[in-house]
């Protein structure tokens, strides 16, 4: 289907009907743009993650991870330049008190909200960082701030990692986990949220070698992307203006997307050159100084960043994998039916198995059947409702394969297995089940 055709109403309405992403508290009444993620959505989010970790971690000799703590000492955050510099432009309208962000609107232009003109404040410089306090105490002594990235903590645990994993320049540390940003205008969905993931990697190398893991680190960030099927026609690179950088970048390649609500930042790459270990060296007062083994020349690595939020990736793979389409087969001649086309490799549920009915003789056969495959991968038992209603729900969430039990199974120890994109249908012993899909996954 055009992508054009694809709204964010119907991937937010479908989001919460089938239990990807909820909105937050919702029994409260929400609290605004916080999201929590549901049976489906922590599936679909744990899948994306052990994919990012599987090719970046895992399937390299050449890369470690790290899981440090989301709390880290202030310094960090002094040294780094977010406490002074982490901010962005703050206006708000003097007569309905909307807030915005200076770069994002034409000042010029009437408030957006109550359309009044030349009514807003002059910029101000408002920090992001999530501020809290440890202890008991509430004052300056024990501010601390939650990780506005995951980034520092690799910087900051380079020395050890160097020294327990014995790994030599190229090479890379990662990381997944929760960062906290107090945007000033959170919205469209899970884009943009004040409490999101990220998934991270700090890739250490020769200062002369800087350009040519910078491109390689842009080719493995789409094949990321293409491994958990993000529509690479609707994704482009962006070359960040040198004005634009930040102050620890020498180069930057954002990867947008096309969202319904316009062309956005998906990833970024940055080439942070010493900039960070140099920094909390001298903040920190640590020797961090890199000797090659072979030449002995004594350096700061320099570092290519290939950053991914993970909340963006969801959005993205949802937005890439949602299709609609008239049938064209007995399954229901002309009906429409909504497809999540996900890679199988990211599918939240992977089989679903069906008994036709809820006879106990076809659950006898059904239920040993769905908790042997549930030893391998994730399975979806469904009894209720008619089975073209139930197939149309599993396309709905995206899950490859359906499992038919019905009466003949009894007889022939054989079900029909139904491929989600073709919807062609196939009979296949049950002793032959599990192998049959070892083949598919
Ligand atoms: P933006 O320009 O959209 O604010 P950024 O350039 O500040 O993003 P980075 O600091 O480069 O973002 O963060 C790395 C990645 O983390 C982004 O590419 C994005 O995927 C994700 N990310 C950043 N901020 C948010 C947020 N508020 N909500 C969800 N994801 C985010």
Redesign the pocket.
């Known amino acids: 289907m055009d992508a054009k055709n694809i709204t964010m109403e119907k991937i937010v309405s479908l989001a919460k009907t089938r239990g990807f992403v909820f909105p937050g508290s919702d029994i409260y009444g929400g609290l605004a743009n916080s999201w929590d993620y549901g049976p489906l959505g922590v599936e679909l989010k744990n899948n994306i993650k052990q994919t990012w970790w599987k090719m970046f971690v895992q399937e390299r000799l050449d890369m470690v991870g790290i899981d440090a703590a989301l709390i880290m000492n202030p310094k960090v955050w002094e040294a780094s330049g977010h406490v002074a510099t982490f901010s962005d432009p703050l206006v708000e309208c003097k007569t309905c008190h909307e807030r915005y962000r200076a770069d994002q609107i034409d000042l010029a232009a009437p408030c957006a909200k109550c359309g009044n003109k030349g009514t807003f404040t002059e910029p101000a410089s408002f920090n992001l960082m999530m501020k809290t306090w440890l202890g008991p105490k509430e004052d300056a002594s024990a501010v601390a701030y939650f990780r506005p990235?995951t980034a520092q903590a690799m910087f900051v645990d380079f020395p050890n990692v160097l020294t327990s994993s014995r790994k030599r320049v190229p090479f890379g540390m990662a990381q997944i986990g929760k960062a906290f940003?107090n945007?000033i205008t959170?919205g469209n969905f899970?884009?943009?949220?004040?409490e999101?993931e990220?998934m991270e990697i700090e890739y250490f190398v020769h200062p002369s070698d800087w350009e040519k893991y910078f491109e390689d680190w842009l080719a493995n960030m789409y094949k990321f992307m293409d491994r958990v099927g993000i529509d690479a026609s609707r994704s482009h690179n962006l070359e960040v203006e040198k004005d634009e950088l930040a102050h620890y970048s020498k180069r930057t390649v954002?990867i947008e997307f096309d969202y319904p609500f316009g062309r956005?930042?998906?990833?970024?790459l940055a080439y942070r050159t010493d900039f960070d270990l140099t920094t909390h060296a001298k903040h920190s007062g640590s020797n961090i100084v890199y000797t090659d083994p072979i030449t002995n020349e004594k350096y700061v690595p320099h570092v290519i960043e290939p950053?991914?939020?993970v909340?963006?990736t969801v959005l993205a793979v949802l937005l890439s994998a949602y299709d609609e389409e008239t049938v064209a087969s007995e399954e229901g001649d002309g009906d429409t039916r909504v497809v999540l086309r996900f890679k199988k490799e990211i599918a939240p549920i992977k089989i679903a198995i069906l008994p036709l009915s809820k006879k106990e003789e076809l659950s006898n056969v059904a239920r040993p059947i769905a908790e042997g495959l549930a030893k391998h991968w994730r399975v979806d038992y469904d009894e209720t409702q008619s089975i073209g209603k139930r197939y149309r729900r599993q396309d709905e969430i995206g899950t490859p394969y359906c499992v038919t039990v019905d009466f003949d199974s009894l007889e022939d120890k054989a079900v029909t297995i139904r491929d989600r994109d073709t919807m062609k249908q196939e009979r296949v012993p049950i002793a032959e089940l599990e192998a049959w899909f070892k083949k598919q996954f």
Not at 190 to 194: K, L
Not at 264 to 268: I, Q, R
């Open positions: 990235e940003r945007e959170p899970i884009f943009r949220t004040r999101f990220q954002d956005k930042e998906l990833y970024g950053s991914f939020g909340d963006r």
